[in-house]
């Protein structure tokens, strides 16, 4: 399930740290490939891709092979089914496209309990991926004490240094060997709000000083755009293990990101861009996961479901729009960010709140809302709509 490696905390000292692959799949995808076993208990992984393919509407070639491998990989962990071998790549794929999968008893289990009560279903998913996963627990275990904040670099020239605001200056320092760090370490410690520790710092400055090292050839060649879009890739896997290494969730940044999709998809935690306090990902519960002994999943709690969050909302989505407009300074706020707002407060989940925006978005006789069509998409999370319309902004009143 996973295995050990020696790491240092920041007093020095060592400890013993698990390591796990976290799938690199979609929840939906992973239960659609069970249920292909339903009337077919031996399948293939090219039964796999096919189905995949189908359900996109894409055939060509080997397309989504990895898809079929990396979901075949996953149901054969949680014990859902037996197989194996596994290609590594599109060439043993070839060779290996026809090796059976076998639907075991806990597999056809699950398809039981999903066709007796979805809800159920995806609650059964989640406690069995809580247990094969020590990042899962790991990342849990934290995000039931508090909100993870995450400052994910996304701009040259606003999460490092104004100098490269043009991705031609950064791929000509680095062709040369150069990066300015101490600009990167400052930013960092502004966004989180605290200062870095000795430990951190020294990785983070390691990390980029070998980062740089390893793409100096990459600047040169590569066009200035596409190379910094890969180097700011890059030196997120080195910044966000390194400010979360204490709290033992020093795996890369894809992971973190995987994690992300997870949660959301289980209806556990929401990650949002928008909210105007935080400059970065802020992830929050929007469930509780009890777990006595840390290792398997006694009950999930969803205390903030559309019914919960639904009772009193437009007094709700008032007082989040005071917060929003204290912090924006406008009296029309961005939609996106007050939706941020609203579930960060409420620990809901983005769809619970642009369904229930949606049902008043007229208002009642104490709450007015005032809107205007939205002129400029959100960067990061999908649009707010009202009746058949794209928000854009909004007022909230009280009569």
Sequence with gaps: MGTNSIIQNDD???????????????????????????????????????????????????F???????????????????????????????????????????????????????????????????????????????????????????SLKEHITPKYASANTLANDVSKGTFDSPALLQSVERRISRAL?????????????????????????????????????????????AIFRSDRLDFDFRTHRMLWSLGEAFRLWAAVRSHPHFDGWIIFRTALVRSKNGISVDELIFESGIQRTEERFLEKLYAAYGKTEALVRKSHVPAWELRSVFCYENHCQPSVFNRLFDTYRNGDEQFELHMEIQGQKPKHEEVLRAGNRNVGSVRVVKR
């Design 12 to 62: 020095g000292r060592s400890r013993q740290a698990q390591t796990d692959s976290i799938p690199r799949i979609a929840v939906r995808d992973l239960f659609a490939a069970l249920l292909g076993f339903e009337n077919k208990p031996r399948r293939t992984l090219e039964d796999l891709r096919r189905q995949f393919c189908a359900d996109r509407g894409k055939y060509r070639g080997d």
């Design 64 to 154: 989504l092979w990895s898809a079929a491998r990396d979901n075949a990989v996953e149901l054969q962990r949680l014990g859902l089914v037996e197989g194996g071998p596994f290609p590594k790549d599109s060439r043993a794929y070839q060779t290996l496209r026809d090796s059976p999968l076998v639907i075991a008893a806990r597999g056809k289990e699950l398809i039981r309990t999903f066709r007796g009560d979805r809800a159920v279903g995806y609650d059964s998913l989640f406690k069995a991926m809580y247990s094969s996963h020590p990042y899962l627990r790991s990342f849990v275990r934290l995000i039931m004490e508090r909100p993870i904040f995450v400052p994910v670099i996304s």
């Design 197 to 241: 520790t000795n430990v951190e710092q020294n990785e983070i400055t390691a990390g980029s000083t070998e980062l740089v090292r390893q793409t100096s050839m990459n600047a040169c060649t590569d066009e200035p755009r596409e190379f910094a879009k890969k180097f700011i890739l890059k030196l997120n896997d080195v910044v966000v293990p």
